[in-house]
């Protein structure tokens, strides 16, 4: 066997999200969502599309082009903050960083697939896609080992109750309103299961009293009182040195974290 293999990418995914935090872990069937996959021109990927009509469903070979290392141990997203064997977990931490992701396939429009959810980000290479059989490749009886443990838990009734500050109300309404920005219902999903801190969930103390945690291009400032979790204020999470400087153009949402700090300058940190 070679020591080395090469891929190459049959097409890349088009999709609003940008950053680690816009992708859900899992890609969930009941969202509202829109991808692209275009496939590169000249490669006859017009005919290798044929005989796909009714098929509702694809899974996605890709690549985490974004990562550029592995570990043996890795902290999961969910659950309780402890290390898993990265082969025991579905994180991109991996020796080969390649991604496996069933999706719906909703059209095709030339070389183009329009797709349903999924957990991939804008620019990811994809190497092959296949038709999902539900006969053979759906197990649902299938024991998951500590994966089942905590996605029992997950069903159960959420731990804490999160309220928005008159603040961090006005600061959600505003960038849903002026820039179609709303990562609200994510940023509860997380603190109301568990806002201890959390590498991986990107929860960290900021202070004595209060925490900060990351949602892609922006943070939420919050504190915790028994079980309750009061967002104090919203925040942009890059600092002004950046996004002001013009080689920093291609920071996600650039436009509405200067419209936003010049808004709310207090919330500026650097």
Partial sequence: MPPSLTLHPIGYLRTRQQVKFHAGHQPAAAEEERNELELLPGCGYEQALQDLAGVERVWLLWWFHRNEDWRPLVLPPRGPSRR???????????????????????????????????????????????PYVAAHDAFPSSRAGWIDAME??????????????????AQAQWLRDSWAIDFTARLIGLLSRDPLPHRTRRIRRRGDSHSEIGCGAWRARFAVQENIVSVLALEAAYPMKFLSRADYKNVPDREAQLAFLDRWPATVTS
Avoid at 106 to 126: K, N
């Fill in 84 to 130: 898993r064997g990265v082969f025991a977990t579905r994180s991109p931490h991996r020796p080969n960083p390649l991604g496996l992701t069933a999706t719906a396939l909703l059209g095709i429009e030339g070389r183009t697939l329009l797709l349903g959810p999924c957990d991939l980000l804008d620019g990811t290479p994809v190497f092959d896609l296949k």
């Fill in 152 to 169: 029992a838990e997950q069903l159960e009734p959420a731990r804490f109750s999160v309220r928005f500050s008159p603040t961090a109300d």
